[in-house]
């Protein structure tokens, strides 16, 4: 009997910041927000461990057209609900002005525990990621995708580095979320599992020891979903533009169907120790698009408008079959614009180019994240 094609349903987290919409200072959600976001929204609206975050959680969609409709609509409900506190969400990694330490984080359970399990680094994590579930059912499924699937993570990072500053200081880095985020246990790449039963075997090595409640707490960048049948990539960095948040989840959702499609063929992506996936990742974080990443087949860095164009014909029958040709088309023109991390470091040079200080240049690039949230809706 032919193995059934799984759905590769669609779910979409976002984490966004909340600034002064004049000034494009740091605030905190009032209670009033919340309330008006929630009753409009339901549950695809939470606070984050932040004050200052909040978060959207898409409804499942069929396909990424479906999804694309489902993101723009929580947007522009946060943006409207916003405007009427003086504020503007803006969807980005890491705020370039923001000091992480008068920040408060919410007054909830689940965040007070989590406040005093990691102690003071809880307190850094002022950033804000971008998380994709897509649909599979079958366990053993979910397992062989994500051994494979890790090939594309740094791709997935470098496409979405949206994160050069901090503390009004260049990184030099262009995911400077990756590494505050790399303080917390259990993240970074996941580890090669043999099957569904070694994955609960090690969870539950956890978990029966009360070290973790449920798998939950594992923030690898590519995990089986706790809660949900899904494989659910986590590793990119917040977008700051609607279309590019889609034309990544296309790519998660198309690769993954090509490889499901190798396995019905007997072929699979040839996959490597995590020390080589790690460069890559490390590549990702430091450069972004910038300077490629590895190949390690044919042993060269390969530059990444190669990379966009050969991802492209790999899954161009998945990107047919799933209907996502468009999205999935949008690689050439993020690849072609540059990543957010690098708008940023051009828009805060050509500030202090026409003698604006620092801070205003800092403020400049919120203004302009502010209008980037706004597009496509």
């Given at each position: 009997?032919?193995?059934?094609?799984?759905?590769?349903?669609?779910?979409?987290?976002?984490?966004?910041?909340?600034?002064?919409?004049?000034?494009?200072?740091?605030?905190?959600?009032?209670?009033?927000?919340?309330?008006?976001?929630?009753?409009?929204?339901?549950?695809?609206?939470?606070?984050?461990?932040?004050?200052?975050?909040?978060?959207?959680?898409?409804?499942?969609?069929?396909?990424?057209?479906?999804?694309?409709?489902?993101?723009?609509?929580?947007?522009?409900?946060?943006?409207?609900?916003?405007?009427?506190?003086?504020?503007?969400?803006?969807?980005?990694?890491?705020?370039?002005?923001?000091?992480?330490?008068?920040?408060?984080?919410?007054?909830?359970?689940?965040?007070?525990?989590?406040?005093?399990?990691?102690?003071?680094?809880?307190?850094?994590?002022?950033?804000?990621?971008?998380?994709?579930?897509?649909?599979?059912?079958?366990?053993?499924?979910?397992?062989?995708?994500?051994?494979?699937?890790?090939?594309?993570?740094?791709?997935?990072?470098?496409?979405?580095?949206?994160?050069?500053?901090?503390?009004?200081?260049?990184?030099?880095?262009?995911?400077?979320?990756?590494?505050?985020?790399?303080?917390?246990?259990?993240?970074?790449?996941?580890?090669?599992?043999?099957?569904?039963?070694?994955?609960?075997?090690?969870?539950?090595?956890?978990?029966?020891?009360?070290?973790?409640?449920?798998a939950s707490k594992i923030w690898w960048d590519l995990r089986p979903s706790a809660r949900f049948p899904t494989l659910e990539t986590r590793i990119c960095d917040a977008c700051p533009r609607?279309?590019?948040?889609?034309?990544?989840?296309?790519?998660?959702?198309?690769?993954?169907?090509?490889?499901?499609?190798?396995?019905?063929?007997?072929?699979?992506?040839?996959?490597?120790?995590?020390?080589?996936?790690?460069?890559?990742?490390?590549?990702?974080?430091?450069?972004?698009?910038?300077?490629?990443?590895?190949?390690?087949?044919?042993?060269?860095?390969?530059?990444?408008?190669?990379?966009?164009?050969?991802?492209?014909?790999i899954i161009a029958e998945d990107a047919d079959a799933l209907d996502s040709q468009p999205a999935v088309a949008g690689l050439r023109d993020m690849v072609a614009r540059g990543s957010a991390?690098?708008?940023?470091?051009?828009?805060?040079?050509?500030?202090?180019?026409?003698?604006a200080t620092p801070e205003e240049a800092f403020r400049s690039i919120v203004m302009w994240l502010i209008q980037e949230f706004r597009q496509g809706f």
């Open positions: 009997m032919a193995e059934q094609e799984p759905s590769f349903t669609l779910g979409i987290e976002e984490e966004y910041l909340l600034v002064d919409a004049e000034t494009g200072a740091l605030r905190e959600a009032p209670d009033a927000l919340m309330a008006a976001c929630k009753a409009e929204l339901a549950d695809q609206v939470s606070p984050e461990f932040l004050r200052c975050q909040i978060e959207i959680g898409s409804p499942v969609a069929a396909n990424v057209t479906e999804a694309r409709a489902q993101l723009a609509r929580l947007r522009e409900s946060i943006a409207r609900h916003s405007a009427d506190f003086g504020l503007a969400p803006i969807s980005v990694a890491c705020h370039p002005l923001a000091d992480w330490r008068r920040q408060d984080h919410t007054d909830k359970d689940r965040y007070n525990k989590l406040s005093q399990e990691m102690g003071g680094l809880s307190r850094r994590m002022l950033i804000c990621g971008m998380h994709v579930h897509v649909g599979i059912a079958q366990k053993a499924q979910r397992i062989d995708l994500m051994n494979q699937f890790s090939w594309f993570l740094p791709h997935l990072l470098a496409l979405s580095a949206s994160s050069p500053f901090w503390l009004g200081e260049d990184t030099a880095l262009a995911s400077y979320r990756t590494t505050v985020f790399a303080g917390y246990p259990r993240t970074g790449l996941p580890p090669r599992m043999g099957s569904w039963d070694e994955y609960e075997r090690s969870v539950g090595a956890l978990t029966e020891t009360g070290i973790i409640d449920d609607l279309d590019n948040t889609v034309t990544l989840v296309a790519l998660i959702q198309a690769t993954l169907r090509m490889l499901w499609r190798l396995s019905r063929q007997n072929l699979r992506w040839r996959q490597y120790d995590n020390f080589l996936l790690g460069e890559n990742r490390w590549r990702a974080t430091r450069y972004g698009i910038t300077q490629g990443l590895i190949d390690f087949g044919s042993g060269r860095v390969i530059p990444f408008d190669q990379i966009a164009e050969d991802w492209l014909a991390a690098e708008r940023q470091r051009a828009l805060f040079a050509a500030a202090i180019a026409a003698g």
